[in-house]
């Protein structure tokens, strides 16, 4: 099945299947684990057969839809029978004048994740393993901008990163939240951004208010407090917000994200205690910028790397709970000897 026809249909398919009700929820995959992906109330899949989507993959999409469109099978097989469907149009990838401000940049990002819609098929199209390293991730958000299709929250959190990579003096970092509504926990993700004293974010949810947010808030307390008044405005109560540290601007890096250098328990810190723990976060983040990164395997790479879906899991060690800093508490890392150069081999 072609990706042209891949993307016509799913554009069909994210028109008909709208937004359910005030409880939906915008959930990450946990870790690499299934047991918290769901979505409004219904549990989702990843596509891990790669792009073009395969037969099983669709019908598992087609199922989903007639569970949950309010006119059951008959959409799907009046969509399917239909030789005349209307041609989905393709977002451009934003591009900009070097005089572009930072904000107005940040912008036409946001409009281009927007414009590529949020995903309702049932089905995560691109998998994301949060241990591989970031050279593996932006090779899917290269195929992410090839194929144009919806996506869902961490998604737009990789895109994120690589349409912001060329973009030296914006610092990126991941920003997770845990709420939870009539008993339930429900979990989103966003793209932190930092650039010139001021924070904002990218990404997508199906909430207008859980995502993008201009480059405007002086500290990174102000930004996490608009977003847990938005989620006040649906009924959640925030339970918990998870940061990491900046990511690094070269697309070659074998660094690991490391999605969760702090992790805040909203529940046991008061204000004051949380603006202070945000405060110590916020010197951590900054103290990583001096610091040099490994380096990257640019001439050695192998060409072929492009699909995700076609090299084998990154050997790198994945970070333990251990090491992640609960409520400010740092981590010590030990010195480690300078490697030989000469021997330097990476598989991504």
């Known amino acids: 099945m072609s990706a042209d026809r891949t993307a016509g249909a799913v554009g069909v398919l994210r028109s008909t299947a709208g937004c359910e009700g005030v409880e939906q929820r915008e959930e990450e995959q946990e870790d690499e684990g299934d047991e918290d992906m769901r979505d409004g109330g219904m549990p989702f899949f990843v596509n891990r057969g790669g792009l073009p989507v395969n037969e099983d993959t669709w ?17 799907g097989q009046r969509i399917r029978g239909a030789s005349d469907l209307p041609k989905i149009p393709i977002p451009s990838v934003p591009t900009y004048q070097p005089a572009t401000p930072v904000p107005h940049r940040l912008e036409a990002i946001q409009k281009y994740i927007r414009d590529l819609q949020y995903n309702h098929t049932g089905t995560q199209f691109f998998e994301i393993k949060k241990s591989r390293p970031l050279t593996a991730l932006m090779d899917i958000a290269k195929e992410m901008t090839r194929e144009s299709l919806p996506i869902k929250c961490l998604e737009a959190v990789i895109l994120g990163l690589y349409l912001t990579n060329s973009m030296a003096g914006v610092e990126r970092f991941p920003l997770s939240f845990k709420t939870q509504f009539s008993g339930n926990y429900f979990r989103h993700i966003v793209l932190g951004v930092h650039s010139g004293g001021r924070f904002g974010a990218l990404g997508i949810s199906r909430r207008e208010d859980l995502m993008f947010k201009p480059l405007e808030f002086r500290t990174l307390a102000d930004l996490i407090q608009e977003f847990e008044s938005a989620y006040r405005g649906y009924w959640h109560t925030l339970r918990k917000v998870k940061i990491g540290q900046y990511v690094s601007h070269d697309p070659h890096s074998v660094e690991q994200i490391e999605w969760k250098h702090s992790i805040l328990d909203v529940d046991k810190l008061s204000k004051d205690e949380l603006r202070r723990e945000l405060e110590r976060h916020t010197r951590d983040m900054r103290l990583k910028i001096g610091k040099a990164a490994p380096p990257s395997p640019t001439k050695d790479r192998k060409r072929d790397v492009g ?21 400010g508490e740092k981590k010590v890392l030990e010195p480690k000897p300078p490697g030989d150069m000469n021997g330097y081999q990476i598989r991504v």
């Open 59 to 75: 019908e598992r999409m087609w199922r989903h839809v007639a569970r949950i469109h309010p006119e059951g099978e008959a959409v």
């Open 307 to 327: 699909s995700p879906h076609r090299v084998p899991a990154s050997p790198l060690r994945r970070n333990s709970r251990s090491e992640r800093r609960p409520s």
